[in-house]
């Protein structure tokens, strides 16, 4: 069974600040996304990772993905208040076929403070 | 882009009673739907998978006969909750894969509140 762990849960940032999150996955995929959500809103679409040694950068965010470490990492490079949101890791149940399922993280909460 | 619309976004309904959310994907085909529910401050759970035309694979622990998936057609999928209780007031999301660009597209939610 296909398990999401990311870390921290929670994130409190002083703008201007770098930090890393982590996700986590049990299983092979090789299809990996990250999403932000805004309270009471939907998913908003990040990044797309779909390949070892997958690298995108959007502004300020920056994803990374090994997938052999089954790791992917969420980058925050001079954090500003905007950014404060919920962010998601997610993993493609369907590993080498279609486009299966996503299994969720938990989610980090970033707070970026003044 | 690949637009999925989600209506409506919010609902209140009373126990006991039917509701149903819309999921339309609007500038491409979608053969494939999912379902997914949020409970506050929670991650989001994949309640089913649903294609057109056929009958949609439910998640572990969610109830078919209560949650009734339609996917009539390339462009609408719809969930309807039956007999809603309190408890099932939460956070529903669908979305759908498209091919062409990867990835998928999310609506906008329902925010279904059963008093």
């Known amino acids: 069974e296909l398990k999401v762990e990311q870390n921290p849960l929670f994130l409190s940032m002083q703008e201007g600040k770098n930090y890393t999150i982590y996700c986590n996955y049990s299983t092979t995929s090789d299809r990996l996304y990250w999403y932000r959500q805004d309270p009471g809103k939907s998913l908003e679409s990040l990044f797309v990772?779909?390949?070892?040694?997958a690298v995108k950068q959007e502004g300020r965010l920056m994803a990374s993905l090994d997938t052999k470490a089954r790791l992917s990492t969420l980058h925050i490079t001079a954090a500003v208040h905007d950014l404060s949101a919920t962010y998601f890791c997610?993993?493609?149940?369907?590993?080498?076929?279609?486009?299966?399922?996503?299994?969720f993280g938990k989610g980090t909460k970033l707070s970026v403070k003044p | 882009g690949a637009v999925v619309s989600q209506h409506p976004s919010r609902v209140i309904c009373k126990s006991g009673t039917s509701v149903k959310i819309e999921c339309r994907s609007l500038d491409f085909q979608a053969t494939t739907m999912f379902w997914y529910r949020q409970f506050p401050k929670q991650s989001l759970m994949l309640m089913a998978t649903?294609?057109?035309?056929?009958?949609?694979?439910?998640e572990q622990g969610v109830e078919k006969d209560k949650f009734l998936i339609n996917h009539a057609s390339l462009t609408l999928s719809t969930l309807t909750v039956t007999s809603a209780h309190p408890e099932d007031s939460s956070f529903y999301i669908c979305?759908?894969?498209?091919?062409?660009?990867?990835?998928?597209?999310f609506g906008s939610g329902t925010r279904l509140t059963v008093v």
């Open positions: 990772l779909l390949s070892n040694g």
């Open positions: 979305s759908a894969s498209q091919t062409i660009l990867g990835g998928y597209t």
């Open positions: 649903s294609n057109e035309g056929s009958k949609a694979t439910y």
């Open positions: 997610a993993v493609d149940r369907n590993y080498g076929g279609s486009q299966g399922n996503l299994i």
